[in-house]
């Protein structure tokens, strides 16, 4: 192989030499620069393998803390075991390849950067100088006068010496830049050989590790699949568990034991205390004591009566609470409280048997008839509670819509999202949940217990309304969810419907073709809901009224959904004020954005345009600097709504925001003399220790507007919140719910109870 320097040029000093030398100069920086990138990068491989190696290390030991869980199943114990360890053995292979490298890429360019390359520089700065050097002893030999001998010959001297000196440093130059240049192919080859070849050792232990691991494998994928068909079969079983839970009775166990009859179940007892306060309890006959204990936090009984045989049993009829009994003994008495007359029948016959039992030392014959009156009593009311669903069942599904589930279709759905306000069928339930509840809050139709006010929001809206909303824009070609979709199919349309929105309006479009019919539009507003049959119509949304076709954007028209006479969950117009205004307020065009229209919809209590300002991306928690930086949840409490507070709480709204004087929902409300939605912000555990900027809370208000039943629900709830923590706080916690329940019932079905005059007050 040649040289790519001459070395006469060199010794000449020639242009040409220069040129070259400038050439070799400019590919040793190129050189540089390209191995320090390599092994930066190298060096971040090695570190995140690094990392990997480290969390795959802490994965292997969670998968031990795993097998810990199957420690008495010895199958999947093993397996796991074996797995685990092979892994490891994988982290192992890779902790040795980065190590080599570390051993390979990074030392030996490191080492060669730092040696060759740095000695070529160093070359250059003695080449430079010395060329620096000679450069000006010529001018000085060029500049000696004729005349002066002395200084002619010691130039000449000079001149001899500095040029020998630069010839040599050249050579040295030139020598360390041919030495690099060539030093470098095999430098950069033999490093990537040698990481090849430790790949090559990594790959092939890997490999030979699975294939000892072939036969264990094959083995596992036959067991798993016999797990996979075992589950299969525990799962046909369980199709019809709804059924099984719907028609089969829970009854009180009452059975025999060798220390006598044994009764359990729930019974009230009431506390020693000055208090006097009823706590619920699991109580249970046996071994001839009377024993109970918390339905949980704590798996210990607490033993009531330790010898029956000291204890007598009598009903007691002389107190304000039915169903009650005592259980007497020489030293403590008793009072304890059944749910129905049949159940403090059992408890009383139960415990006089398990005196007798204890005196004389023998069970009870299997021919008693106790479990009958047992039997009768939860009959009725599981009876009672199934009718009940039912019923609310059969109406929400006549909502229009409802009776198909509101994504794919299917009929008859069973499961309802209580936030969005419509049906869905089993499948696509599953896929809501998995959305988060800050999207879909999922219940059951049939096997829940529902809030009056959950029912109302699902009546204002309804699987018809809602798809007006989140429907509104499907392109035709886009693949709908079907009853008999794939899962993932199902889930990218529910996904793109709920969470992207990708097919609701956006208010651009809605301006744009308003347009159409609108010649200048200058101001919005939203209509006022109502749901009398006179508010109802079947105009577009875009209608207006006759004195304002020409300027106003009006929301909430083409939302609405026909009157079905025979449904009875009714809405809460009675309760609320300024619905027969027909003139609703209106702002100006350039104002409208979803924040605004959610704020407006809310008071004007229609719960569609609330969805349809959900959908576009409304924040529940935007303040309106406009009027007293008030939220959408002040209006809708202003508005005297329940449904409209229920849906937005429902929807993520924050219960306590207040506005430039102080006041929460709560002040609003308990200012306004709303009794149905201070129940209902109690209920949410609204703070009522917030004073407004006057210094007011929510008692005092209602204190001095003299509204005896807000006055009672906020001292209930402070007294509730002094209780919990307590020795009777489950019991307070119950006392209070069983009034919220109440008020709510009370709002629902007769809401002109609550709307009380001074005068009757």
Request: glycine residues 4%; hydrophobic residues 35%; proline residues 2%.
């Given at each position: 192989m040649r040289l790519n320097i001459d070395l006469n040029e060199c010794l000449r000093d020639s242009p040409k030499f220069r040129s070259i030398l400038e050439q070799e100069e400019a590919n040793v920086d190129q050189l540089e620069q390209k191995l320090d990138k390599i092994i930066k990068l190298c060096g971040n491989v090695v570190d995140s393998g690094k990392a990997y190696v480290a969390q795959q290390s802490l994965f292997a030991n969670g998968l031990w803390d795993l097998s810990a869980h199957f420690k008495e199943d010895t199958l999947v114990l093993s397996s796991l075991s074996k797995?685990?360890?092979?892994?490891?053995?994988?982290?192992?292979?890779?902790?040795?390849?980065?190590?080599?490298?570390?051993?390979?890429?990074?030392?030996?360019?490191?080492?060669?950067?730092?040696?060759?390359?740095?000695?070529?520089?160093?070359?250059?700065?003695?080449?430079?100088?010395?060329?620096?050097?000679?450069?000006?002893?010529?001018?000085?030999?060029?500049?000696?006068?004729?005349?002066?001998?002395?200084e002619i010959e010691e130039i000449g001297n000079l001149l001899v010496a500095t040029r020998s000196c630069f010839?040599?440093?050249?050579?040295?130059?030139?020598?360390?830049?041919?030495?690099?240049?060539?030093?470098?192919?095999?430098?950069?080859?033999?490093?990537?050989?040698?990481?090849?070849?430790?790949?090559?050792?990594?790959?092939?232990?890997?490999?030979?590790?699975?294939?000892?691991?072939?036969?264990?494998?094959?083995?596992?994928?036959?067991?798993?699949?016999?797990?996979?068909?075992?589950?299969?079969?525990?799962?046909k079983k369980l199709e019809n568990r709804h059924s099984f839970v719907t028609n089969k009775e829970i009854i009180p166990n009452l059975a025999k034991s060798k220390g006598g009859p044994i009764l359990e179940g729930y019974l009230f007892k009431r506390t020693s205390n000055a208090f006097k306060t009823w706590n619920r309890r699991w109580f249970c006959l046996r071994d001839n004591q009377l024993v109970y204990r918390k339905r949980s936090g704590d798996d210990n009984y607490t033993v009531m009566e330790e010898d029956l045989r000291l204890c007598t049993v009598k009903p007691v009829v002389d107190t304000e609470r039915r169903f009650c009994f005592e259980?007497?003994?020489?030293l403590k008495c008793h009072m304890?409280?059944?749910?129905?007359?049949?159940?403090?029948t059992a408890w009383i016959l139960a415990v006089q048997r398990a005196v007798g039992v204890a005196f004389q030392n023998h069970p009870i014959s299997s021919d008693t008839d106790t479990n009958k009156p047992l039997e009768t009593a939860f009959n009725k009311i599981a009876n009672e509670k199934k009718r009940k669903k039912g019923r609310i069942w059969e109406q929400l599904l006549r909502i229009p819509g409802n009776d198909k589930c509101c994504d794919c279709g299917e009929s008859n759905p069973s499961w309802a999202s209580i936030n969005l306000g419509v049906t869905l069928?089993?499948?696509?339930?599953?896929?809501?949940?998995?959305?988060?509840?800050?999207?879909?809050?999922?219940?059951?139709?049939?096997?829940?217990?529902?809030?009056?006010?959950?029912?109302?929001?699902?009546?204002?809206?309804?699987?018809?309304?809602?798809?007006?909303?989140?429907?509104?824009?499907?392109?035709?070609?886009?693949?709908?969810?079907t009853p008999m979709c794939t899962n993932s199919i199902r889930e990218n349309w529910i996904k793109s419907k709920y969470v992207e929105r990708k097919f609701v309006y956006k208010l651009p479009d809605i301006t744009e073709?308003?347009?159409?019919?609108?010649?200048?539009?200058?101001?919005?507003?939203?209509?006022?809901?109502?749901?009398?049959?006179?508010?109802?119509?079947?105009?577009?949304?875009?209608?207006?009224?006759?004195?304002?076709?020409?300027?106003?954007?009006?929301?909430?028209?083409?939302?609405?959904?026909p009157i079905n006479e025979t449904f009875d969950i009714s809405s809460d117009q009675d309760s609320t004020g300024g619905e027969d205004n027909d003139t609703p307020d209106e702002e100006d065009i350039s104002k409208l954005h979803p924040d605004r229209l959610l704020y407006k919809a809310a008071l004007a209590h229609n719960l569609p345009v609330m969805c349809e300002a959900l959908a576009l991306g409304a924040n529940q928690q935007w303040k309106n600097e406009d009027d007293h930086n008030r939220s959408?949840?002040?209006?809708?409490?202003?508005?005297?709504?329940?449904?409209?507070?229920?849906?937005?709480?429902?929807?993520?709204?924050?219960?306590?925001?207040?506005?430039?004087?102080?006041?929460?929902?709560?002040?609003?409300?308990?200012?306004?003399?709303?009794?149905?939605?201070?129940?209902?912000?109690?209920?949410?555990?609204?703070?009522?220790?917030l004073n407004d900027n006057e210094g007011l809370l929510p008692l005092m208000i209602a204190e001095q507007k003299k509204d005896?039943?807000?006055?009672?629900?906020?001292?209930?709830?402070?007294?509730?919140?002094?209780?919990?923590?307590?020795?009777?706080?489950?019991?307070?916690?119950?006392?209070?719910?069983?009034?919220?329940?109440?008020?709510?019932?009370?709002?629902?079905?007769?809401?002109?109870?609550?709307?009380?005059?001074?005068?009757?007050?």
């Open positions: 797995l685990i360890h092979n892994l490891q053995e994988m982290n192992k292979f890779h902790t040795i390849l980065l190590d080599q490298a570390s051993r390979t890429i990074l030392r030996n360019l490191t080492s060669f950067c730092k040696s060759d390359i740095k000695h070529v520089r160093d070359c250059k700065q003695h080449f430079e100088k010395i060329s620096q050097d000679l450069d000006t002893v010529l001018v000085r030999n060029s500049q000696t006068a004729r005349n002066k001998s002395p010839g040599h440093q050249a050579m040295d130059y030139v020598y360390s830049i041919e030495i690099l240049q060539n030093r470098k192919r095999h430098e950069v080859l033999s490093t990537l050989l040698s990481y090849m070849h430790a790949c090559t050792t990594y790959y092939h232990q890997g490999s030979d590790l699975c294939e000892d691991l072939e036969p264990f494998l094959k083995k596992l994928a036959e067991e798993v699949a016999t797990m996979q068909e075992e589950t299969i079969t525990i799962e259980v007497v003994s020489p304890l409280q059944a749910d129905s007359e049949e159940m403090l069928c089993i499948e696509c339930s599953g896929v809501h949940r998995s959305l988060g509840v800050h999207y879909s809050k999922v219940r059951s139709l049939t096997l829940d217990d529902w809030e009056p006010e959950c029912i109302k929001v699902m009546a204002e809206l309804g699987n018809t309304v809602v798809n007006k909303v989140y429907e509104a824009n499907v392109p035709e070609n886009y693949i709908r969810a073709r308003a347009s159409r019919n609108l010649m200048n539009i200058r101001k919005w507003s939203v209509r006022r809901l109502r749901r009398r049959p006179r508010s109802c119509d079947n105009s577009r949304k875009n209608v207006v009224s006759k004195q304002q076709r020409d300027s106003v954007l009006m929301f909430g028209n083409d939302l609405d959904k959408a949840i002040h209006e809708a409490v202003l508005s005297g709504s329940v449904m409209s507070c229920a849906y937005l709480l429902l929807n993520g709204a924050k219960i306590d925001l207040q506005d430039d004087r102080g006041q929460t929902p709560l002040h609003l409300a308990t200012q306004g003399g709303h009794t149905a939605q201070v129940c209902l912000l109690l209920k949410h555990r609204a703070d009522q220790h005896a039943d807000i006055v009672t629900l906020l001292r209930l709830g402070r007294l509730n919140e002094e209780m919990k923590g307590s020795d009777m706080g489950v019991c307070g916690d119950d006392t209070f719910n069983d009034v919220v329940r109440d008020f709510s019932q009370m709002a629902c079905s007769h809401p002109e109870r609550l709307q009380r005059t001074k005068n009757s007050e």
